[in-house]
């Protein structure tokens, strides 16, 4: 059994770590690339542009004739499969270990992507759809639990935020695709390159390295002393810690290592939780029997409502319009330079989690939505365009900081170790469950709130705020912070 203190002194990752780091981001950045994947080429898909259904491309028609509201139920049903992925994802974790899961959602996503790639119906589009959605929900769960288990203790909480990096470019790569092959002949092009890959990261999963933590809590310790020497490099150590993968991401790790204090009790107590003896898993309907995992299973759960009940998606909804009116001449790119602005400011806190806090984070986060959500409703019920358009950007800025990736670094850091793999599918699902209600209750309520009125609209976003700020202040006072 590998020794705490040889490890607890590790301070970042190898070069075989930094790869294993970007083939589990694979997994997130499908996640990300599906959620807008068949919104950019909705027009093309549908038949509702210039195509011709009757116009065979290798075999394959040019679009499928669809209607808006099938169109609408093919998007839902990604999320429908994504909860089913998420409740099932503890078992896969801990039956088949982090990798085996890993590589499960990438054969889910690239049966799905493959299938709606070469559909010619809405029967098998669909299915194709919701394959996918088992696949994300499985990586979405599995991804920050994975990174925090592999991750160096002092770099922790940097590399859990790349979860969150991995889903806005994902969307962002979805987008300018979008805008590239959204043709007759192409549009199929979008979901090949997902199919490649996830086929891809199906076939690394033979060479890639298991969860130490994982290979310890089920006794094989000697293969987990060898994963460890494998991912991690010593503080000691003369080898080059920056394998030029990674660049940015890897600049914003030395800065944080570069000021962090050489010890640090937090961290050696989290190190030794990670050394603890074989544990059996736990499985959901224990967990909420357990009464010493209630406390982290209001913690998580309350860090991903209030992510869901932030309004993000309210925000991107409006964000179209309203910016298209202050930008005319950018109207196509509006969607894209939001994401860009929302890749952009997850950069910040891969160096300030460590330094700051994930408290801190996201109290900050927090107070720039709800002063951003304020400032977006009064815009919209007075007209002031302008003030709407700031707001929003400010409002996915303050988004990207915190309320956006601290909740995935929450999960592996507030449960114990047989619990984790429980307490993330029951946070995703939770996630995925307020995605979808929120979605759909969104413009009933916008209409009972403005009573019809446009000039009114903007009131539907002040009960985002008061439900954003009363999650966040229970969260607040149940949940301490790593730092």
């Given at each position: 059994?590998?020794?705490?203190?040889?490890?607890?002194?590790?301070?970042?990752?190898?070069?075989?770590?930094w790869?294993?780091?970007?083939?589990?981001?694979?997994?997130?950045?499908?996640?990300?690339?599906?959620?807008?994947?068949?919104?950019?080429?909705?027009?093309?898909?549908?038949?509702?542009?210039?195509?011709?259904?009757?116009l065979m491309?290798?075999?394959?028609?040019?679009?499928?004739?669809?209607?808006?509201?099938?169109?609408?139920?093919?998007?839902a049903?990604?999320?429908?499969?994504?909860?089913?992925?998420?409740?099932?994802a503890?078992?896969?974790?801990?039956?088949?270990?982090?990798?085996?899961?890993?590589?499960?959602?990438?054969?889910?996503?690239?049966?799905?992507?493959?299938?709606?790639?070469?559909?010619?119906?809405?029967?098998?589009?669909?299915?194709?759809?919701?394959?996918?959605?088992?696949?994300?929900?499985?990586?979405?769960?599995?991804?920050?639990?994975?990174?925090?288990?592999?991750?160096?203790?002092?770099?922790?909480?940097?590399?859990?935020?790349?979860?969150?990096?991995?889903?806005?470019?994902?969307?962002?790569?979805?987008?300018?695709?979008?805008?590239?092959?959204?043709?007759?002949?192409?549009?199929?092009?979008?979901?090949?390159?997902?199919?490649?890959?996830?086929?891809?990261?199906?076939?690394?999963g033979?060479?890639?390295?298991?969860?130490?933590?994982?290979?310890?809590?089920?006794?094989?310790?000697?293969?987990?002393?060898?994963?460890?020497?494998?991912?991690?490099?010593?503080?000691?150590?003369?080898?080059?810690?920056?394998?030029?993968?990674?660049?940015?991401?890897?600049?914003?790790?030395?800065?944080?290592?570069?000021?962090?204090?050489?010890?640090?009790?937090?961290?050696?107590?989290?190190?030794?939780?990670?050394e603890?003896?074989?544990?059996?898993?736990?499985?959901?309907?224990?967990?909420?029997?357990?009464?010493?995992?209630?406390?982290p299973?209001?913690?998580?759960?309350?860090?991903?409502?209030?992510?869901?009940?932030?309004?993000?998606?309210?925000?991107?909804?409006?964000?179209?319009?309203?910016?298209?009116?202050?930008l005319?001449?950018?109207?196509?790119?509006?969607?894209?330079?939001?994401t860009?602005?929302?890749?952009?400011?997850?950069?910040?806190?891969?160096?300030?989690?460590?330094?700051?806090?994930?408290?801190?984070?996201?109290?900050?986060?927090?107070?720039?939505?709800?002063?951003?959500?304020?400032?977006?409703?009064?815009?919209l019920?007075?007209?002031?365009?302008?003030?709407?358009?700031?707001?929003?950007?400010?409002?996915?800025?303050?988004?990207?900081?915190?309320?956006?990736?601290?909740?995935?670094?929450?999960?592996?850091?507030?449960?114990?170790?047989?619990?984790?793999?429980?307490?993330?599918?029951?946070?995703?699902?939770?996630?995925?469950?307020?995605?979808?209600?929120?979605?759909?209750?969104?413009?009933?309520?916008?209409?009972?709130?403005?009573?019809?009125?446009?000039?009114?609209?903007?009131?539907?976003?002040?009960?985002?705020?008061?439900?954003?700020f009363?999650?966040?202040?229970?969260?607040?006072?149940?949940?301490?912070?790593?730092?």
């Amino acid at each position: 059994m590998s020794n705490p203190t040889v490890f607890s002194n590790a301070r970042s990752f190898t070069t075989h770590g930094w790869l294993i780091c970007v083939w589990i981001l694979i997994t997130p950045f499908q996640y990300g690339y599906h959620i807008s994947a068949l919104n950019q080429i909705q027009a093309v898909l549908t038949c509702r542009s210039e195509a011709n259904p009757t116009l065979m491309l290798s075999m394959l028609p040019a679009c499928i004739p669809m209607s808006e509201l099938t169109f609408s139920v093919i998007t839902a049903i990604f999320t429908i499969g994504g909860l089913a992925g998420s409740l099932l994802a503890n078992l896969v974790m801990d039956r088949w270990g982090r990798k085996g899961a890993t590589t499960i959602s990438a054969l889910l996503t690239s049966v799905g992507t493959g299938l709606m790639g070469i559909s010619t119906s809405v029967g098998v589009l669909g299915f194709g759809r919701f394959v996918i959605g088992l696949g994300s929900g499985v990586g979405i769960c599995l991804a920050p639990v994975f990174l925090s288990e592999i991750a160096p203790s002092s770099i922790s909480g940097n590399v859990g935020i790349l979860t969150q990096l991995g889903i806005v470019l994902g969307i962002m790569l979805t987008q300018v695709m979008g805008l590239q092959f959204a043709t007759p002949t192409e549009w199929r092009a979008v979901l090949f390159l997902s199919f490649a890959l996830s086929a891809v990261q199906a076939l690394l999963g033979s060479i890639a390295s298991e969860s130490p933590v994982w290979l310890g809590n089920n006794g094989q310790h000697d293969k987990k002393k060898e994963v460890h020497n494998k991912l991690w490099l010593a503080e000691t150590s003369s080898t080059s810690r920056c394998p030029c993968l990674f660049m940015l991401v890897t600049v914003c790790l030395f800065l944080t290592i570069g000021t962090s204090s050489d010890s640090d009790p937090l961290l050696d107590e989290l190190e030794a939780r990670r050394e603890d003896a074989q544990i059996v898993a736990i499985t959901v309907p224990k967990l909420f029997l357990a009464r010493e995992l209630r406390k982290p299973l209001v913690i998580v759960c309350l860090a991903m409502a209030s992510q869901q009940f932030s309004g993000i998606n309210a925000v991107l909804y409006y964000s179209n319009a309203i910016l298209s009116k202050a930008l005319p001449d950018l109207g196509p790119y509006v969607s894209l330079g939001i994401t860009v602005v929302n890749v952009l400011m997850t950069f910040p806190p891969i160096v300030l989690i460590e330094r700051v806090g994930r408290r801190r984070l996201l109290a900050v986060s927090s107070m720039g939505a709800l002063i951003s959500l304020s400032a977006v409703g009064f815009g919209l019920d007075t007209g002031r365009v302008t003030l709407s358009s700031f707001a929003i950007l400010t409002f996915v800025m303050s988004f990207a900081v915190g309320l956006g990736p601290i909740p995935f670094v929450m999960i592996p850091e507030v449960s114990p170790p047989h619990a984790v793999s429980s307490l993330s599918a029951v946070a995703l699902s939770l996630n995925w469950i307020i995605n979808f209600a929120v979605g759909l209750v969104f413009l009933p309520l916008r209409r009972i709130l403005s009573g019809g009125d446009v000039s009114k609209e903007g009131r539907v976003f002040y009960v985002f705020g008061v439900v954003l700020f009363v999650l966040i202040f229970i969260l607040s006072r149940m949940y301490k912070g790593r730092s």
